[in-house]
């Protein structure tokens, strides 16, 4: 029973760093002093994904109901004396 306790124990120990140590070393460098706004990381864009379809979907739909909320008062503002 005790060592079966240990042997569990020492697993969970060792996952734990593996993933604190793989956590550590896939962090970008960043420049400037951190917390501040000079503080960024560029991202080259091949490493972020394409959007997704309801993403488009939703951005389309917003387009759309823009134009016709600003047609919408530019004619009600054409018919103002």
């Not at 070393?25 to 400037?32: I, V, Y």
């Not at 972020?48 to 979907?57: D, G, Q, T, V, Y």
């Amino acid at each position: 029973m005790k060592k079966t306790k240990r042997t569990f124990i020492g697993g969970i120990f060792t996952v734990v760093v593996l993933v604190a140590t793989l956590s550590v070393s896939t962090q970008g460098q960043t420049s400037g002093v951190p917390c501040s706004p000079a503080a960024t990381q560029t991202l080259d864009g091949k490493e972020l994904p394409a959007p997704s379809k309801a993403i488009r979907r939703h951005d389309q739909f917003e387009r759309r109901r823009l134009q016709a909320l600003l047609a919408g008062a530019s004619s009600s503002a054409q018919g103002r004396p």
